[in-house]
């Protein structure tokens, strides 16, 4: 499995902000749907990291991002943890806060 | 506030702007002497209240007296610029009015940049440069824009302050990502239902900024405002909600406020899962994000056995008045009179979060 390293500050904006494009258009669904999907779907092992930045990385940002993977593009928790890894050495408690969405969006 | 008094003119009525056609009739709304949320807070609300009330409902050009304020507080004097730039955008020329007498308070004003923002004469440079408190100018937009935020963070902290080595990418975080909700909360829900206000607003998803720094107090503080609808008119309420609002309904007067229990509502909305479309599957968190700077400052506190009311997170929203310090001091209270808009105050004070350079300022 290719492994692809993904960063929300480097390649997407250092300013993510909102949810969706209604939003603005550094949102959570555009980071998820376009950067971090393709990745995804083409069967590669995603290492997705938070440093750099700038402009806050809010709870509702981080549950589109990962809680939306299940709710709303189908993934399930185990095969997340199987091609998905997160990466925060800025603030290290991110990870957990993020894992946390993907399991608790699958629980509804 | 074109044509307000000038500086020197300081007699309770000054000098009239020139725009006024002769004739019209100018509606005086005077300010409270002690303008502040907390002792003075419904006094307060009511002069903002009556601001809006007459130059966008009864369509009238206004003369505010400000000369009559003896003290303001930073967040009374946002909230006020914040309603005077409203007005403006809708009627540029209805708002007119004078400086206050007391040189604290004009200077203030002047500090938060009530003269730039609304293009009134400044208080003189020499005083505005006396004041221990170094504010940051408002800054306002109309779209989600955390670009904003380290800059302003920056210059709030000057050389004189900064996030603690030991976790400072985490109180940092915490701080832009509140503001960052309170900012989404803005965008997504504020400026959805404007037909429901009770009155007209200026540009759509406006929402202001502002802060100071107090090296003497060592003390931070962040201001965030907007004028849309309220937390309490976009949560959806639950059964038990609706009973008591149509309760309140029955009982009392209930137009469109004050409904009585906004301030339940307010502290609902800060629980997990309750606010805008928390309907929605994985939303309703954001508000519950704003406590996250105080409790990381204060939790820095508590580990170094230095904790004594250092942190606070102050909502209004419409009648609603939310207080939180702690985990185990987190309190509401419904007004008589409303906010038109909800302003979110976050104060960290003598804490160790944030560590303090040994600059005179």
Redesign the interface.
């Known amino acids: 499995m290719n492994s692809a390293n993904l960063s929300v500050a480097k390649d997407f904006t250092p ?5 969706t494009p ?3 258009e ?1 949102s959570a669904e555009r980071f998820r749907d376009e950067f971090l999907l393709p990745k995804l779907r083409k069967g590669e092992f995603v290492i997705v990291n938070l440093d750099g ?9 981080l ?2 991002v990962f ?2 993977l299940v ?1 709303k593009r189908g993934f399930v928790p185990a095969q997340l943890e199987q091609t998905l890894k997160i990466t925060c050495n ?2 290290p ?2 990870v957990d806060r993020c894992w946390s ?1 993907i399991k ?2 699958a629980h ?1 | 506030m074109h044509g307000v008094s000038a500086p020197g003119d300081l007699d309770g009525r000054g000098r009239r702007a020139q725009y006024i056609a002769p004739g019209t009739k100018e509606h005086t709304v005077i300010a409270p002497a002690q303008m502040d949320f907390d002792d003075n807070l419904e006094s307060t609300l009511d002069f903002l209240d009556r601001i809006l009330r007459w130059v966008l409902k009864r369509n009238r050009t206004v003369y505010v007296r400000l000369d009559t304020v003896t003290s303001m507080t930073p967040e009374a004097g946002f909230a006020l610029a914040a309603t005077i730039q409203r007005c403006m955008d809708l009627k540029p020329n209805a708002v007119n009015g004078s400086f206050p007498r007391s040189h604290k308070v004009r200077r203030l004003l002047t500090a938060l940049g009530f003269s730039e923002l609304l293009e009134i004469l400044p208080v003189p440079e020499s005083d505005a440069a006396k004041s221990k408190r170094r504010y940051m100018s408002m800054v306002s937009g109309n ?5 904003v ?2 800059d302003f963070i920056r210059k709030i902290f000057g050389d004189v302050a900064r996030f603690s080595q030991e976790n400072h ?2 109180v ?2 915490a ?3 509140g ?3 309170a ?2 909360n803005v ?2 829900h504020a400026y959805n239902d404007v037909q429901k206000l009770p009155f007209p607003i200026g540009k759509p998803n406006r929402w202001w900024l502002a802060g100071y720094r107090d090296a003497e107090a060592r003390e931070v503080c962040f201001m965030f405002i907007d004028q849309g609808a309220t937390i309490p008119q976009t949560l959806p309420l639950n059964f038990e909600e609706h009973v008591k609002k149509v309760t309140a309904k029955v009982v009392g007067s209930l137009q469109d406020t004050p409904s009585g229990i906004d301030g339940e509502l307010v502290l609902a909305a800060m629980n997990i899962g309750r606010t805008g479309k928390a309907q929605r ?3 309703g ?2 508000l ?2 704003l406590k996250d700077f105080i409790q990381l400052g204060v939790n820095a506190d508590v580990k170094s056995g230095d904790c004594d009311g250092c942190g606070t997170l102050r909502i209004l929203s419409r009648c609603g008045s939310y207080l939180y310090e702690d985990k185990e001091n987190e309190t509401c209270v419904s007004l008589n009179k409303p906010l038109n808009g909800t302003l979110i105050v976050w104060r960290l004070s003598a804490g160790s979060a944030i560590e303090w350079n040994e600059i005179d300022e």
Do not use: C, W
């Not at chain 1, 300013?15 to 949810?19: A, E, M, V």
């Open positions: 300013f993510p902000f909102g949810r209604a939003d603005g550094n930045v700038l402009g806050g990385l809010s709870s509702s940002f549950e589109e809680g939306g709710r800025e603030i408690s991110l969405y608790e969006a509804g | 779209q989600g824009d955390t670009a935020f380290p990418f985490e940092e975080n701080l832009k990502g503001l960052g909700e900012m989404l965008v997504q599957a994985g939303q968190r954001g519950n994000d």
